[in-house]
């Protein structure tokens, strides 16, 4: 099992970085790739700089100089909560609203390209097995009977 989780994971970090390399390869006058987290965690809801910071794995002041960079695009907007004074809401604005819609309108024709090059069942398949990897990895806690990696 080790072995196949070392696999896996070599193979994900692979894909990842190449869907990395490819947007920031032909998105890079619009956004860069964690911009581009940003702003889809954002389309949601307003986000404060400690769940960005959570979400994307970096220090809060990685996520404020990212959060500077996009306020100065006129692409967030940054408002002091109401009850809380020390919490700062970022919310996407309507620019980066249009933004993100555009930069990923090239990223899914982008990755429909390579895609495209595997069998229609194959990429269902591929889609239910990875829906349902995000739906184990979601669980909270591993139950106790399932914790053992001898499987």
């Known amino acids: 099992m080790i072995e196949y989780i070392k696999e896996l994971d070599h193979i994900f970090s692979r894909l990842i970085y190449r869907v990395r390399v490819l947007h920031n390869r032909y998105t890079v006058d619009e956004i860069t790739d964690t911009q ?9 809801g307003p986000c404060n700089t400690s769940f960005l ?4 794995g970096v220090t809060l ?3 404020t ?3 500077n960079r996009l306020h100065r695009m006129s692409l967030v907007t940054r408002e002091r909560h109401e009850k809380d004074r020390r919490q700062v809401l970022i919310t996407i604005t309507a620019k980066g609203l ?3 819609g555009e930069v990923e309108e090239k990223r899914n024709l982008l990755l429909a390209l390579y895609l495209a090059k595997i069998s229609k ?8 097995l990875l829906q349902k990897a995000v739906t184990l990895f979601e669980q909270e806690e591993i139950p106790e009977e399932d914790a053992s990696l001898n499987r």
């Open 36 to 44: 581009f987290i940003v702003l889809r965690a954002l389309r949601k």
């Open 53 to 56: 910071a959570q979400m994307l």
């Open 61 to 63: 002041s990685a996520v």
């Open 65 to 67: 100089a990212l959060v």
């Open 98 to 100: 249009k933004l993100l």
């Open 121 to 128: 069942e194959e990429r269902i398949q591929l889609l239910e």
